[in-house]
């Protein structure tokens, strides 16, 4: 396939298409247009838009394997090579308005020296840095090199977050520290959160790793030092989710801690009160059985009097309790 004509994109309804110019930007792309192996052709699809997904089913540019890849509703991150070009499968943060960063978005591409077909549904804004530099000229010059530069945009990305992760722990460590419980569920968000990323994140490194170390044609050896660059970034990024769960644990154990320590003084305050009016219950039961010959029923100050004694009992046995260093 020396050579693609640009009306086989026609009715593909992309939300993206371009032709890369070699030099860090693009040329219009029309149905006119030729794409050879020094102008290759980028078409970012919505694989839930009907036109693109009857697109994709029905053209003759990629084989059936690539096909279900790109409309599958994949989870884990995977490479596959087929024939001249490979599929790849990415997760990107989710930064779309109404929805949380670690619903992450899944990202697929089919990529060789001649084209390169991504797919998504849910918006991934770290795409609209890599188009705003091949419109400004300073973009990627071939296929390869656009796979560094979405890999690094989508690996940026990720490690922003993962840098807010860490924030909010730290706020919650100082909390700790000032004997403040996070709210109810705020951990255990930010612990799934952490593991969530880890789990994606952990593949997603392999595949840069193995795109670094395959010796794909349209690939440079610059272009594969850069991706190998981008995976240990990445790897530093899981390293920090690694020590981030470790440390949620140890919250969480802290956190368990404070509030079994706030229980055992209630408990322990709540017994002491009980010790402290313990004679004074005595006194009152066996002066309220109602039987003849109570002392002081004539009395006309003998409730009063008798009131006052139980005060100084009280009082002579907080004092003997803080002595003992009960209280």
Partial sequence: METIYGSVFKGSNAID??????????????????VTAEQPVWQHLDYKNSDSHQWLMNTTLLSPPVKEGLVSESIRPKVLRTGEGTLITLRAVNRNDNARPDHLVSFRIYINDKMIISSRHRKIHCIDQVLDDLRNGVGAKNTGHWLVEITGAITDEVNDFIEELHDNLIEFEDGILEQKVPGRGELVLLRKQLIVLRRYMAPQRDIF??????????????????????ADRLGRGIDDLDG??????????????????????RT?????????????????????VNLG????????????????LMSLLIGIFAWWLRRSKWL
């Fill in 17 to 34: 298409a371009c032709q890369l110019n070699g030099k860090g930007g693009i040329t219009a792309f029309g149905d006119d247009s030729l």
């Fill in 293 to 308: 010959g109570i002392p002081g029923n004539a009395y006309p100050f003998g409730f009063g009097l008798f009131t006052l």
């Fill in 268 to 288: 322990y305050m709540m017994s002491l009160l009980a010790m402290v009016f313990l004679p004074t219950t005595f006194l009152t039961g066996l002066f309220g």
């Fill in 244 to 265: 981030c769960i470790a440390r949620t644990a140890v919250l969480a154990d802290e956190i368990s801690s404070m509030m079994a320590d706030a229980m055992n003084r």
């Fill in 209 to 230: 790793i193995r795109l670094a170390s395959e010796q794909l044609p349209w690939m440079s050896n610059e272009e594969r030092r850069l991706m190998q660059e981008i």
